[in-house]
Nanobody, 120 residues
């Protein structure tokens, strides 16, 4: 079965760093676009960063210059390096794998999330 398992979350002080990992299994990892989303209490889930199968990257304006998304296809893992963390970054961070076929069918999978708390 398909599994996306996030890790690396925790408590960090403002200005600190964390690296999140998402290990995927049950999919042909290299053909999927991988993304990190986050959700804070009372808010909708928002897209943080994407790295496509072609290794193109996109970031939310709120994290540009601070976060870096990367992937290691040999390890079926996507990472999110988070630097200069702010209290506003506090959220549950979710890993997403997505692939749109030529037939128009979208394969879309989610991890269960990892908590990131930025607090002094």
């Amino acid at each position: 079965q398909v599994q996306l398992v996030e890790s690396g979350g925790g408590l960090v002080q403002p200005g600190g760093s964390l690296r999140l990992s998402c290990a995927a299994s049950g999919i042909s990892f290299s053909i999927y676009d991988m993304s990190w989303y986050r959700q804070s209490p009372g808010k909708q889930r928002e897209l943080v960063a994407t790295i496509t199968r072609s290794i193109n990257t996109n970031y939310a304006d709120s994290v540009k210059g601070r976060f870096t998304i990367s992937r290691d296809n040999a390890k079926n893992t996507v990472y999110l390096q988070m630097n200069s963390l702010k209290p506003e970054d506090t959220a549950v961070y979710y890993c997403n794998a997505k692939y749109a076929t030529i037939m128009g069918t979208t394969m879309d999978y989610w991890g269960r999330g990892t908590q990131v708390t930025v607090s002094s």
